[in-house]
């Protein structure tokens, strides 16, 4: 804007700059802000429709654009000052409002450059990035010393042309990363095109119509950019009041069913040995004990496998993972093959049989790519719009996180998938206008809040102690490639894990006690079927290993299992050996529906007969333990109390869980004959497994980004 008297009768003293360059300072981060958001969460819900904002993305949202404001005013006020220790400079002198502009804009490129070499460094785009925000503060500085430079610039140094043109450089860079995996959707490639030829386009039309010095340094834009990111704070912190309150909601005719209704419950990623109703010390499971005064409890509970696709496929088939298919086969489905079509799924079966099936479930692992959802009428993955998008490490709120963790908690800015609440408001709103409200109903509901990166909600996550403040998602993966790596492990990385572990669990068994009093609230308690399990557990750095696949030990193996029959009418605990297969089985019995002759599982309410149980795990591509450094393929034999495992890396092992529960003593010295024995009822039973088809399973390089965010893929 050309200099007149007015504009200099505003900046006579150092309060004037001051004042003036805290209010740009603002708007050129407000600026920012709104530009990031857009990056980050409204192309996110655009390009994945089925992605939901929810109450704490807005708290957080609100808490972020706080912080950005904090930040703004601050570095404006600074710049402000420095501009007026330079105010006999041509520029400043010229024009001190256009100048107060440029030097807030400033502090943005810089932000940026410090926030690229704090995350990135030079590392996936990041030197390009720091290019990027150097041409622009060199830009920015010489427009501060040259009025000719300030305005044949023109909008090329407007705070909001510099944010979109930062963050499209970094989403460029993020989309050709993608374009470079060998898993890919012709998409990618189409709007990496379309960014690179914008981002010019978009450079010369700012330089074009700011010419002159048209559009710089008005004051009512500066006060709508601080407007506009002001009104985005407070309408997110309006919108994080929103809550949940379909969980009131009635379900027509549902205690009316002459059959029982079947509610199958898993608890991702929970193992037996750290829920309160199976016996352990920390009161993690609540609702569950108070549910197990109805319920049968079984305490000896193998999964079939030891990662989410393949334990699901054995829960829904009722068959062991070399029968239905659905597992880490590398390199063509080095992510995991689709269930297999040559067995129908329990879904399948009841929906043959009269049940309306319904499905609700958290884990990304559970979508139509692998075939999990066979057999569902509904079957939603309601996926939250995250704080921090997996591969836009070029957001800058990646950094000023960090910054608020210091005054706030920000674990919820790692979270990825949906809260348990979610979960259960999905069913409830999904269930009241029902196709066929006479039918009788199967549930099955899946939830996350034990999985990693362990991040309960509050208060949740300080119920138990351990928890470590300013702890992020990616110093705990650090931590992790360290335990594998080395023998030693951080002192305080199991106690932090644990804690919030055990938070999630008690966070889950709330929601499930929700599941239970809408059954009661709708009369049809007594005459449901529910079954709470768990598809494996977790490692928490035994034997160098973290997270879970990968692995044959108990801690991923031994799972809960807790079945309610119609009517109560079996109830106590119950420590023969049982298996996850056994589910399915068990639940068309109670449903009246023929079982398959296909099904390896067993009615869990029949005869306890003495029975040799299998399981199986497969080189998925996580973070390995340094005796598969790999990935190995293992075999499991269990002969209560004895388990015998062989494994592709050619180590043997057998234990006798009932004085050794954690696999601490290998007996295969110890008991050579025994060994021998189970080994060779081990090689009987792998002559029979069938032969797969091999599957061309490739996932594009968006679906890659969502496991990995979950800990699935390094």
Same mark, same amino acid.
Request: glycine share 8%.
């Given at each position: 804007?050309?200099?007149?008297?007015?504009?200099?009768?505003?900046?006579?003293?150092?309060?004037?700059?001051?004042?003036?360059?805290?209010?740009?300072?603002?708007?050129?981060?407000?600026?920012?802000?709104?530009?990031?958001?857009?990056?980050?969460?409204?192309?996110?819900?655009?390009?994945?429709?089925?992605?939901?904002?929810?109450?704490?993305?807005?708290?957080?949202?609100?808490?972020?654009?706080?912080?950005?404001?904090?930040?703004?005013?601050?570095?404006?006020?600074?710049?402000?000052?420095?501009?007026?220790?330079?105010?006999?400079?041509?520029?400043?002198?010229?024009?001190?409002?256009?100048?107060?502009?440029?030097?807030?804009?400033?502090?943005?490129?810089?932000?940026?450059?410090?926030?690229?070499?704090? @995350?990135?460094?030079?590392?996936?785009? !990041?030197?390009?990035?720091?290019? +990027? =925000?150097?041409?622009? &503060?060199? %830009?920015?500085? /010489?427009?501060?010393?040259?009025?000719?430079?300030?305005?044949?610039?023109?909008?090329?140094?407007?705070?909001?042309?510099?944010?979109?043109?930062?963050?499209?450089?970094?989403?460029?860079?993020?989309?050709?990363?993608?374009?470079?995996?060998?898993?890919?959707?012709?998409?990618?490639?189409?709007?990496?095109?379309?960014?690179?030829?914008?981002?010019?386009?978009? @450079?010369?039309?700012?330089?074009?119509? !700011?010419?002159?010095?048209?559009? +710089? =340094?008005?004051?009512? &834009?500066? %006060?709508?950019? /601080?407007?506009?990111?002001?009104?985005?704070?407070?309408?997110?912190?309006?919108?994080?009041?929103?809550?949940?309150?379909?969980?009131?909601?009635?379900?027509?005719?549902?205690?009316?069913?002459?059959?029982?209704?079947?509610?199958?419950?898993?608890?991702?990623?929970?193992?037996?040995?750290?829920?309160?109703?199976?016996?352990?010390?920390?009161?993690?499971?609540?609702?569950?004990?108070?549910?197990?005064?109805?319920?049968?409890?079984?305490?000896?509970?193998?999964?079939?496998?030891?990662?989410?696709?393949?334990?699901?496929?054995?829960?829904?088939?009722?068959?062991?993972?070399?029968?239905?298919?659905?597992?880490?086969?590398?390199?063509?489905?080095?992510?995991?093959?689709?269930?297999?079509?040559?067995?129908?799924?329990?879904?399948?079966?009841?929906?043959?049989?009269?049940?309306?099936?319904?499905?609700?479930?958290?884990?990304?692992?559970?979508?139509?790519?692998?075939?999990?959802?066979?057999?569902?009428?509904?079957?939603?993955?309601?996926?939250?719009?995250?704080?921090?998008?997996?591969?836009?490490?070029?957001?800058?709120?990646?950094?000023?996180?960090?910054?608020?963790?210091?005054?706030?908690?920000?674990?919820?800015?790692?979270?990825?998938?949906?809260?348990?609440?979610?979960?259960?408001?999905?069913?409830?709103?999904?269930?009241?206008?029902?196709?066929?409200?006479?039918?009788?109903?199967?549930?099955?509901?899946?939830?996350?809040?034990?999985?990693?990166?362990?991040?309960?909600?509050?208060?949740?996550?300080?119920?138990?102690?351990?928890?470590?403040?300013?702890?992020?998602?990616?110093?705990?993966?650090?931590?992790?490639?360290?335990?594998?790596?080395?023998?030693?492990?951080?002192?305080?990385?199991?106690?932090?894990?644990?804690?919030?572990?055990?938070?999630?669990?008690?966070?889950?068994?709330?929601?499930?006690?929700?599941?239970?009093?809408?059954?009661?609230?709708?009369?049809?308690?007594?005459?449901?079927?529910?079954?709470?399990?768990?598809?494996?557990?977790?490692?928490?750095?035994?034997?160098?290993?973290?997270?879970?696949?990968?692995?044959?030990?108990?801690?991923?193996?031994?799972?809960?299992?807790?079945?309610?029959?119609?009517?109560?009418?079996?109830?106590?605990?119950?420590?023969?050996?049982?298996?996850?297969?056994?589910?399915?089985?068990?639940?068309?019995?109670?449903?009246?529906?023929?079982?398959?002759?296909?099904?390896?599982?067993?009615?869990?309410?029949?005869?306890?007969?003495?029975?040799?149980?299998?399981?199986?795990?497969?080189?998925?591509?996580?973070?390995?333990?340094?005796?598969?450094?790999?990935?190995?393929?293992?075999?499991?034999?269990?002969?209560?109390?004895?388990?015998?495992?062989?494994?592709?890396?050619?180590?043997?092992?057998?234990?006798?869980?009932?004085?050794?529960?954690?696999?601490?003593?290998?007996?295969?010295?110890?008991?050579?004959?025994?060994?021998?024995?189970?080994?060779?009822?081990?090689?009987?039973?792998?002559?029979?497994?069938?032969?797969?088809?091999?599957?061309?399973?490739?996932?594009?390089?968006?679906?890659?980004?969502?496991?990995?965010?979950?800990?699935?893929?390094?």
């Amino acid at each position: 804007m050309p200099a007149d008297a007015a504009s200099h009768t505003r900046f006579r003293n150092l309060s004037d700059f001051i004042g003036f360059g805290a209010l740009n300072g603002a708007a050129a981060w407000s600026a920012y802000a709104v530009v990031e958001f857009v990056f980050s969460s409204v192309i996110f819900r655009t390009t994945r429709p089925y992605s939901i904002f929810t109450t704490w993305h807005w708290k957080l949202t609100a808490e972020l654009l706080l912080a950005y404001l904090a930040i703004g005013l601050a570095s404006g006020a600074l710049a402000g000052y420095l501009v007026w220790l330079k105010r006999d400079a041509e520029a400043v002198r010229t024009n001190p409002a256009r100048a107060l502009e440029l030097a807030a804009a400033v502090t943005l490129a810089l932000g940026f450059e410090v926030h690229v070499l704090m @995350a990135q460094g030079t590392q996936h785009g !990041g030197m390009w990035l720091q290019l +990027a =925000a150097v041409i622009f &503060l060199l %830009l920015l500085l /010489v427009a501060l010393r040259s009025v000719q430079w300030m305005n044949r610039l023109g909008l090329l140094t407007n705070y909001w042309v510099i944010s979109g043109l930062l963050l499209g450089v970094g989403q460029e860079h993020s989309l050709l990363e993608m374009d470079s995996a060998a898993q890919l959707g012709a998409s990618i490639q189409k709007w990496a095109l379309v960014l690179a030829l914008a981002l010019p386009v978009i @450079a010369a039309l700012a330089v074009w119509a !700011g010419r002159g010095g048209r559009f +710089a =340094a008005d004051r009512r &834009l500066t %006060l709508a950019s /601080v407007v506009l990111g002001t009104g985005l704070t407070i309408a997110s912190f309006a919108l994080s009041f929103g809550g949940s309150s379909a969980v009131e909601a009635a379900s027509p005719g549902l205690g009316q069913s002459a059959r029982p209704n079947v509610v199958l419950i898993v608890m991702d990623t929970v193992r037996a040995d750290h829920i309160s109703a199976l016996g352990y010390d920390q009161d993690t499971t609540p609702r569950l004990k108070e549910l197990a005064k109805d319920a049968v409890v079984y305490t000896n509970t193998s999964s079939a496998s030891d990662i989410t696709i393949t334990s699901h496929a054995s829960l829904f088939t009722g068959m062991y993972p070399s029968w239905h298919g659905a597992y880490c086969q590398p390199p063509e489905a080095i992510y995991g093959r689709e269930l297999s079509k040559t067995y129908p799924t329990l879904a399948e079966l009841m929906q043959a049989n009269g049940y309306e099936t319904v499905g609700v479930a958290a884990n990304l692992y559970l979508r139509s790519d692998f075939g999990l959802e066979r057999g569902f009428q509904e079957f939603r993955i309601p996926r939250p719009v995250p704080m921090l998008p997996d591969g836009a490490p070029f957001l800058m709120r990646r950094t000023v996180r960090r910054g608020l963790s210091f005054v706030a908690d920000t674990s919820q800015f790692d979270r990825l998938y949906s809260l348990g609440e979610d979960i259960d408001s999905t069913l409830f709103s999904t269930l009241e206008h029902r196709n066929k409200p006479s039918a009788p109903l199967f549930v099955f509901l899946n939830y996350m809040d034990a999985h990693f990166p362990y991040v309960p909600p509050a208060p949740y996550d300080s119920k138990f102690p351990g928890k470590r403040s300013r702890m992020t998602q990616d110093i705990l993966e650090e931590e992790q490639l360290a335990i594998v790596r080395t023998p030693t492990q951080p002192a305080d990385y199991r106690p932090h894990c644990v804690s919030q572990y055990d938070g999630g669990i008690a966070y889950e068994d709330a929601q499930i006690g929700r599941v239970v009093d809408w059954l009661k609230r709708e009369k049809a308690y007594d005459n449901t079927m529910i079954i709470v399990a768990s598809d494996h557990g977790e490692s928490f750095g035994e034997r160098q290993h973290v997270g879970h696949a990968n692995s044959p030990y108990q801690n991923l193996l031994h799972v809960p299992l807790l079945v309610k029959y119609p009517h109560s009418t079996l109830h106590g605990v119950e420590s023969r050996p049982v298996s996850l297969i056994d589910v399915a089985p068990s639940v068309l019995a109670a449903a009246q529906a023929p079982v398959p002759p296909a099904m390896q599982g067993k009615n869990l309410a029949g005869s306890g007969e003495p029975r040799t149980l299998y399981a199986e795990t497969f080189p998925c591509p996580v973070m390995q333990a340094p005796e598969c450094p790999g990935g190995c393929t293992a075999k499991v034999i269990y002969q209560w109390p004895m388990k015998y495992v062989t494994s592709s890396n050619g180590k043997r092992s057998l234990f006798d869980l009932s004085v050794d529960p954690n696999e601490q003593h290998s007996l295969l010295v110890l008991q050579p004959d025994r060994a021998t024995e189970m080994d060779t009822a081990l090689s009987s039973w792998r002559k029979n497994l069938p032969a797969q088809k091999r599957q061309n399973k490739q996932m594009d390089a968006e679906k890659l980004k969502q496991l990995k965010g979950l800990g699935y893929i390094q």
